[in-house]
């Protein structure tokens, strides 16, 4: 286990490093809103609205799943990045709902409200599961809006475009990182990572079906425009997984072994009675139109630009530094080696005793003028400015009066004194 947490961690370090340095996007200035359709389809609309409803389950997802996790530190920090990107996306296609004109800030509000009403939960109970699970889920986002624009191009509409390729690689790269966990995990652990990719497969559902308010007619529209249906699940998701990951044997060698084993069979019954299968009416997936659409943005200019090779280390790093201390994966991303201190330096942290801890809130660390100004700083680049600027006023004058009413009580504590 203490492997795969370094690995984790080591993957963690370099996956932020790129997305800060390569990948990075802003959702309200790099999409050219004002290009949206007006005039686009009402199927159009319909797609971009189940796909937001489904990224708007990410609260239910984040904070599920990094309770799972929140003992590895490489999982739950790519967790809590992973929901930022996320979160990225439903704004965008909200901000094309939107900007379309397709639906209002009320008809928004409706849905958010209606959404909100039914809690997602996890649908499987192992953090190995729901990795197998969200590595699927990435690759079977990645086609719904790779396939979703193939329609925004014939109907022209930029801003979706746009929006749909960026985000296209945020989903492409989440794939990639949550399928090198899962052939980490094979090194280690074979037989039972394949068993639960295998299990996560057989009961695969996208998250929000059985919460997002007419799932099954919107999954209709869906499979029906060829965006996403059973047949791009197999073509294009569960096919290409097992290929990229090397499993089309072992499937076949599992599934023959459930065949001749009872206890598998009744196992299986009893899984299936418990989890529901998906369901969707499937139609034929139309030609991927990519590469031909008139096309203009800055965000994915950038991207693309940024995903231009550039030099980088390509040797195999010893696992420590010469004066055998483990190496830093951050460092090592940084690609420099850490300084050799000549004096001590003291960890608080490591050093810490428990159950020493002072009753206040370290109000007294705040005195400093640095502080002070840093504080004040940070309370004016807040979005509640304002309220901030009261709080702080009003903290002031309790201050003040509290100094007062101290140097009253003094004063009557010393006449007090000295009428003894
Ligand atoms: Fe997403
Ligand atoms: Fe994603």
């Not at 809590?80 to 639906?103: C, D």
């Not at 008809?107 to 192992?126: D, G, I």
């Not at 801003?159 to 690689?169: D, N, P, Q």
Request: proline share 5%.
């Amino acid at each position: 286990m203490a492997r795969m947490e370094d690995f984790f961690y080591r993957e963690l370090m370099k996956y932020l490093a790129l997305a800060e340095q390569k990948r990075r996007w802003n959702p309200f200035t790099d999409i050219p809103y004002s290009l949206a359709n007006p005039n686009s389809s009402q199927t159009l609309a319909q797609c971009v609205e189940t796909f937001c409803a489904v990224e708007m389950y990410l609260p239910d997802f984040t904070s599920k799943l990094l309770q799972m996790i929140r003992r590895s530190r490489g999982r739950s920090w790519f967790h809590v990045n992973w929901g930022y990107e996320e979160s990225k996306h439903s704004m965008t296609l909200e901000g094309w709902l939107l900007a379309s004109g397709h639906r209002t800030e009320e008809e928004r509000e409706t849905v958010q409200n209606a959404l909100s009403n039914f809690e997602w939960e996890l649908p499987y109970e192992h953090p190995r599961q729901m990795v197998c699970y969200t590595m699927i889920q990435e690759l079977a986002t990645f086609w719904n809006y790779r396939n979703l624009e193939t329609i925004a191009a014939k109907e022209k509409d930029i801003a979706l475009i746009t929006a749909l390729r960026v985000i296209s690689v945020d989903e492409r790269v989440h794939y990639n990182f949550f399928r090198n966990m899962v052939k980490e995990w094979m090194k280690w652990d074979e037989e039972g990572t394949i068993y639960d990719i295998k299990y996560v497969f057989d009961h695969f559902s996208m998250p929000g079906r059985t919460q997002i308010p007419g799932y099954d007619e919107a999954a209709r529209v869906l499979a029906k425009t060829g965006v996403y249906g059973p047949r791009e699940y197999i073509k294009l998701v569960k096919n290409p997984v097992l290929e990229d990951l090397k499993l089309d044997k072992d499937f076949q060698r599992i599934e023959s072994e459930e065949e001749r084993t009872q206890k598998e069979a009744a196992l299986k019954a009893a899984l299936e009675d418990s989890v529901e299968r998906i369901d969707i009416n499937g139609h034929a997936v139309p030609k991927n139109e990519t590469g031909r659409h008139p096309f203009n943005s800055h965000a994915v200019s950038q991207v693309q630009e940024n995903l231009k090779p550039k030099r980088g280390r390509k040797v195999e790093l010893p696992p420590t530094y010469p004066n055998g201390l483990k190496r830093s994966a951050f460092l090592d991303v940084v690609d420099i080696e850490p300084h050799r201190r000549t004096g001590p330096s003291r960890s608080i942290i490591l050093d810490h005793v428990p159950d020493k801890l002072s009753g206040s809130r370290g109000m007294e660390l705040m005195d400093s003028p640095v502080n002070q100004q840093l504080l004040a700083m940070g309370d004016e680049l807040s979005n509640n400015a304002e309220e901030m600027r009261q709080e702080r006023a009003q903290i002031r004058e309790e201050q003040t009066a509290t100094r007062r009413t101290r140097v009253k009580n003094n004063r009557l504590f010393r006449k007090h004194e000295d009428g003894k």
